[in-house]
């Protein structure tokens, strides 16, 4: 039974969707979508907007989807993550645009880790690998942990999959316990 979960987002009835992240170089959201450290201070021009596909939609919450696929989370998630203590995680600021271009809120943040933890059984996952970039898996059946003892921090990437965002089960149940509608967990068997 694995104890480690992908952090993962719902979208409740009325709450706003979030586009891509803009107002900063292009480089910034690769380097937080594949966790890679981040040399410089996070730009505070950086925002995301309300998606115009959903107008109707502009409920703020704990956490939004987005189409970067970063995990986007408000004042009280923000506060629980600060206190996890965890040195490995950076909580970078994000304004939210309203569908008006108005500032609704200056109080969101991504969450970004460059801790990546080398714990997976390729084979065992069925991987299918990235042409354009050998280290990383597009696909898999099953992401299925290897043999042997890993060092998991609270929050993390799993290396060929840094695109996704893991946490240890003991976090995902104190999460759970704040009685959240967006934050979801699935162990990582069930990806």
């Known amino acids: 039974m694995t104890n480690i979960f992908r952090w993962g987002c719902a979208v409740p009835k009325g709450q706003a969707g979030f586009t891509y992240l803009k107002g900063i170089d292009g ?5 937080i979508a594949e966790g890679r450290t981040l ?11 309300m ?3 959903r107008p109707k939609d502009v409920k703020l919450g704990e956490q939004h989807a987005n189409l970067e696929d970063m995990t ?7 506060e629980f993550v600060r206190g996890l203590g965890e040195t490995s995680v950076d909580l970078l600021p ?47 059946e099953t992401l299925t942990l290897r043999e042997g003892d890993h060092d ?5 990437r799993v290396k060929h999959t ?16 704040l009685g959240l509608a967006e934050p979801r967990f699935k162990p990582l068997g069930e990806i």
């Open 27 to 31: 480089q910034w959201a690769i380097d």
């Open 39 to 49: 040399s410089e201070e996070f730009p505070s021009e950086a925002y995301f907007e």
């Open 51 to 53: 998606n115009p596909e």
């Open 72 to 78: 986007v989370i408000g004042p009280r998630l923000s």
């Open 94 to 140: 994000v304004k939210i645009l309203d569908h008006k271009g108005r500032v609704a809120s200056r109080d969101f943040n991504i969450v970004h880790t460059a801790r990546v933890v080398d714990c997976l059984d390729t084979v065992a996952s069925g991987a299918t690998w990235n042409p354009i970039d050998p280290e990383q898996m597009i696909g898999w």
């Open 152 to 156: 998991f921090p609270k929050i993390f």
């Open 162 to 177: 840094p695109n996704l965002l893991f946490v240890r089960q003991e976090v995902a149940q104190a999460i759970e316990a």
